[in-house]
């Protein structure tokens, strides 16, 4: 396969907010060139969501969804093809992360249940999956996995940039000017030749999820709709310096955070309070991890863009741009599509893989090399 060749690729993902199943069809080489074709999402029924939300951090309950899983993403794959008027024949892969229900880097372990064997047979396309354990064996820390597709969209936006995710957990991309590098015939990034990405990525600490459980213990609503339940409460300051003292904050990038890491603390701070000051703390929380994290970018940015289900909260929008004061907007002010962007981010990955490419820089994932990745499975 030559390197500048453009491949049409379905990406997939199921994010830890566990709402349902991303589906982005686009065409890319893997490297600059990235043209968005098709998107939709699947979202998940109500019985299996709350079930999936109760296998996070049980590995035994993932494996125990994994098929039925499987079968939801070979169906949003189905779904979209149909939406686009392609045939499986035309698409050269199907980037499938599954869904995380473990992620312990520090113990050399994360894991992501879906079956990639069954996925190719049920949809007849070749299925690329397993993106992250490679990464974490060579010692990163397997997340954040978006920074590359931030970086090829990015290509002519000014920076230093600021990309921020809320999904159920927050990450950020910081996004310099292309740094001189030792060649792309030798890591097969760079811009050209001489050059290669100047990236920083990490999880900035909680993102949609903490709210989400809290949205649902409290009111039995999935989300904070609109923001209205945090909107009309009121943070309580020393439940959020309490949040704050967790060790998380203080180490340095990259560094990523297992969904359930915050939940005990965060379960035990909220306790006493009212449903809508409960929300409003954790608005407040994710807010201010996003600005402890942004202290540790190499150089100051002059605008976020946002993605993930995050921007949809005005709550949320709102009080990032009071705390950070810069230019927040969702990234569809720059024509991106945040609700498909990560799965679009495991297509362009997916391309990645076959053509033998790295997935993680140690500057998004601390691990010690660009390290390629990903398991092949091919339909027949």
């Known amino acids: 396969m030559s390197p500048d060749t453009s491949l049409l690729a379905l990406g997939l993902m199921s994010g ?213 339940l945090a909107r009309a409460g009121k943070v309580d300051r020393a439940v959020l310096a309490t949040l704050m003292t967790n060790p998380y904050f203080d180490r340095p990038a990259p560094k990523s955070l297992d969904r359930e890491h915050l939940n005990a603390t965060a379960r035990a701070a909220l306790a006493p309070l009212f449903p809508a000051d409960g929300a409003a703390t954790l608005v407040a929380f994710t807010v201010e991890a996003v600005a402890r994290g942004q202290s540790q970018f190499p150089a100051a940015i002059n605008r976020w863009i946002v993605t993930g289900g995050g921007r949809h909260n005005p709550v949320v929008m709102e009080a990032l741009r009071r705390r950070l004061g810069l230019a927040v907007d969702a990234v569809e002010a720059v024509g991106w599509d945040g609700d498909h962007l990560e799965a679009q981010a495991f297509a362009y990955l997916a391309v990645r893989s076959l053509k033998g490419l790295p997935l993680s820089l140690p500057s998004t994932t601390g691990v010690p090399r660009p390290m390629p990745g990903g398991r092949l499975d091919r339909h027949r």
Request: aromatic residues 6%; negative net charge.
């Open 16 to 228: 830890t907010s566990c709402d349902g199943v991303g589906a982005a069809l686009i065409e890319t080489d893997g490297r600059r060139q990235v043209r968005a074709l098709a998107a939709l999402t699947n979202p998940y029924p109500d019985a299996f969501r709350t079930r999936l939300r109760r296998a996070l951090g049980d590995p035994a309950a993932g494996q125990a969804i994994a098929a039925e899983l499987t079968d939801r993403h070979a169906e949003a794959v189905r779904s979209l093809l149909r939406q686009a008027g392609r045939s499986a024949d035309a698409v050269r892969v199907v980037g499938f992360h599954g869904q995380t229900i473990l992620h312990a880097p520090e113990r050399r372990y994360t894991l992501q249940v879906g079956d990639g064997a069954r996925l190719a047979r049920e949809t007849g396309i070749d299925v690329v999956s397993d993106f992250r354990s490679r990464d974490v064996a060579e010692g990163g820390e397997g997340a954040p996995f978006a920074p590359l597709f931030h970086w090829a969209l990015a290509a002519s936006l000014p920076r230093p940039l600021g990309v921020l995710n809320l999904g159920g957990v927050g990450n950020a991309t910081w996004i310099g000017e292309d740094k001189a590098g030792i060649g792309e015939d030798k890591i097969g990034i760079g811009e050209d030749k001489n050059s290669e990405p100047n990236l920083l990525a990490f999880d900035t600490g909680p993102g949609n999820g903490l709210l989400d459980d809290w949205a649902f213990k409290t009111t039995g609503q999935h989300f904070d709709r609109n923001g209205d």
